[in-house]
């Protein structure tokens, strides 16, 4: 057995606009050309692109380089720039070469990647920008991206954060005098409390909901405060309830299930140009379902009946299903991956929405990431408490709460995504709405006020179902409703009402430049070349893999849709290159490459099934000769040996017993008995006719 790869943390992606090319002319008085203006080679990104004055810090930059333009070298430098105008730095060089040490994925697909450890003396902003030569020779330059510097985060300045929250629940609990029904005057009470503190700028509420709180020092906090029943079971999302008398267990936020605190440094995803995705077609399905608090709301089945309403849909969707502490805040960093997202937590006011992931300052992550976002006002520090129904303060602790800045500061675009928050307040004002939306969301469904956990599980099976069986619009979906239980929230639709999920294939062709219309699993992408292998047509084609680079598991690509009367057959266009060539012909080393067709009732049909043994067999190719298989290494490495290719093959495959059904078309690459000799599928012009 071959040793795995170590698994490298994921990072998120920050798309910028590109800039245009402009081109040369002449002066009609002058014979000497006008200065040239630099042609634009791609887009530069860097992750995170906040961090910390006088703390060194891991950047991981990315040169995207679109299709058309073909750089001279497979190196280019990237300079900071100087805020005064003065002469640029040079910060170090980005590769193409495939090299883990140089933190690229894939050598020769017109990305090129390095880390850099980076440190700020001062506050402010600062630039990186890439230049390089085409290979005509012209000169050229990337835009330049931006790295914001924030002061640290000193300890005094989060000590008060955490002191002055701690005090809030000592004072609540004063002020309720063992009384529960004393909760909303004594949540009255404690907002003019801590309006007082010198410490605290200002403080907000809605009535007898959760506070938020900024601090002198520009940083945010606040508390959460929720009421519980005899059986000290929570039934609002962030907010009191008057008439809470549902029986269950709650368990404290200290005894959830603790999960892996990931840090946001995590890989930048290769993504390419803008796509043409038709804006009424939610672009994947992907599904995260956020639940930071299942372990304390009742009813608490709320993801598992999103999850079975999505597996029982008929169609194909790959699930991501977090609960309690595992869904913390490095979860989020991917976020607009998603094409639908259901958040079930604590919110407030439609500004800021909680994660299930307790505040740690001896944790890495914090050190190295949360402190910046903290400064940023991207991230906030909340105290959990609930009132019992005896009129007893029991702290849950503090937590980590997502601000709408850190939605508007995602890397990449949604899919033309559908957001479902389901917690109090979520549209009682714009601004996660607008951030959603501002980032590529369609459709954004919230409250107005403190909401029944209840009423938010009702809404979450009906909108789901409608969704994802039924292909229903956003707005057919919305089932327009009023919170029965006090305080009788409104059920809200904001954005598009016509959004919906497809039932035919798009994107067949990976023309949009990216993946949407696909939903993929492990390794897939969307790139424009392969180092001299170019699409059959068009700008791009795209690649799963057994893991390529930082990815460890194995890929696939799927799409489900009906076929239609007339058509009978499915095209794909693949090219098969593999490590595992020549050496482990006839060893139990088979990758594999598979193309089937999965029915709504889950029975699967192979339609292409093709390992190592049987590509060797049809090529010609032994141990010892590649018959009719093509060299391409070293202008192709993947990680270990060297690279053949079967070159681009056409199959024509039979789906006439499909005609009229609706299936899921999968594609996949497979790894068999290791996982460092890599096997990687060229994929373009997918079609049924």
């Not at 520090?381 to 800045?405: E, K, L």
Request: with cysteine; proline share 4%; net charge neutral.
């Amino acid at each position: 057995m071959k040793t795995p790869r170590y698994l490298v943390l994921a990072v998120a992606v920050l798309l910028t606009s590109m800039l245009t090319t402009q081109s040369c002319k002449k002066n009609s008085d002058n014979p000497v050309d006008a200065p040239q203006t630099p042609a634009t080679v791609g887009v530069l990104t860097a992750s995170p692109n906040a961090m910390l004055v006088n703390n060194v810090t891991s950047v991981l930059v990315r040169l995207t380089v679109p299709s058309a333009v073909k750089l001279a070298d497979s190196t280019v430098k990237v300079y900071r720039l100087n805020p005064s105008g003065g002469a640029s730095t040079l910060l170090g060089v980005l590769y193409d070469d495939g090299s883990l040490s140089h933190f690229d994925d894939i050598k020769g697909d017109n990305i090129y990647d390095n880390s850099f450890n980076i440190t700020e003396a001062t506050a402010g902003t600062v630039n990186l920008q890439v230049t390089a030569s085409i290979q005509a020779g012209t000169p050229g330059s990337s835009n330049a991206t931006p790295l914001t510097v924030y002061s640290d985060l000193t300890t005094g300045e989060y000590q008060t954060i955490i002191k002055t929250q701690d005090s809030a629940a000592t004072k609540l609990n004063q002020y309720l005098a063992g009384n529960a029904s004393n909760a909303v005057s004594a949540v009255a009470q404690l907002k003019t409390w801590l309006q007082s503190k010198p410490e605290v700028q200002s403080v907000g509420s809605s009535g007898s909901t959760s506070i938020s709180i900024l601090y002198a020092s520009g940083l945010y906090g606040g508390v959460f405060i929720s009421q519980a029943n005899a059986s000290g079971t929570v039934l609002t999302r962030g907010g009191l309830d008057p008439q809470a008398r549902r029986s269950g267990s709650r368990i404290p936020l200290s005894r959830q299930t603790v999960g892996t605190a990931q840090s946001a440094h995590s890989r930048l995803a290769k993504t390419a140009a803008v796509g043409d995705l038709d804006p009424k077609i939610i672009g994947n399905r992907s599904v995260l379902i956020y639940a930071p608090f299942e372990a304390a709301f009742a009813p608490s089945n709320e993801g598992a009946k999103v999850q079975a309403a999505l597996v029982n849909s008929g169609f194909q969707f790959d699930i991501t299903y977090l609960s309690n502490q595992t869904a913390n805040v490095a979860a989020l960093s991917n976020l607009t991956s998603y094409g639908y997202v259901v958040l079930a937590t604590h919110g407030s006011a439609g500004k800021e929405f909680a994660t299930g992931e307790p505040v740690d300052t001896n944790a890495t992550v914090y050190k190295n990431a949360y402190k910046a976002l903290i400064k940023a006002g991207k991230l906030a520090i909340w105290n959990n408490m609930t009132i019992s129904s005896t009129g007893a303060v029991s702290v849950q602790g503090n937590v980590y709460v997502i601000r709408y800045p850190y939605i508007s500061s995602l890397s990449g675009t949604f899919p033309n995504s559908v957001i479902l928050n389901n917690s109090c307040e979520s549209t009682m004002n714009p601004d996660l709405q607008n951030a959603f939306i501002g980032k590529g969301a369609k459709t954004y469904y919230g409250y107005t006020k403190v909401v029944n956990s209840g009423f938010c599980v009702t809404n979450a099976d009906t909108l789901t179902k409608r969704l994802a069986k039924d292909l229903k619009t956003t707005s057919e979906s919305f089932m327009a409703g009023t919170d029965p239980r006090s305080p009788n929230a409104v059920y809200e639709i904001k954005g598009a009402n016509d959004v919906h999920y497809p039932d035919s294939l798009i994107n067949g062709d990976f023309e949009f430049g990216k993946i949407d219309g696909w939903t993929k699993s492990g390794d897939g992408r969307v790139i424009t070349q392969l180092g001299s292998v170019t699409p059959t047509g068009g700008s791009y084609m795209c690649i799963i893999s057994t893991g390529l680079g930082f990815t460890t598991s194995t890929g696939s690509v799927f799409q489900t849709f009906t076929i239609k009367t007339g058509q009978t057959t499915l095209t794909v266009k693949w090219n098969f290159l593999s490590e595992e060539f020549l050496e482990y012909i006839g060893s139990e080393y088979q990758d594999y490459f598979q193309i089937a067709i999965r029915n709504q009732q889950g029975v699967e049909t192979l339609l292409l099934n093709r390992n190592i043994d049987a590509i060797a067999s049809a090529f010609g190719a032994t141990k010892v000769s590649p018959g009719g298989l093509i060299s391409v290494s070293p202008g192709i490495v993947f990680d270990e040996g060297g690279v053949f290719m079967t070159g681009w093959q056409t199959s024509n495959l039979d789906v006439s017993a499909f005609v009229g059904k609706r299936i899921t078309l999968i594609i996949r690459a497979g790894d068999v008995g290791d996982s460092v000799y890599d096997t990687a599928i060229l994929l373009d012009d997918v079609s049924v006719h």
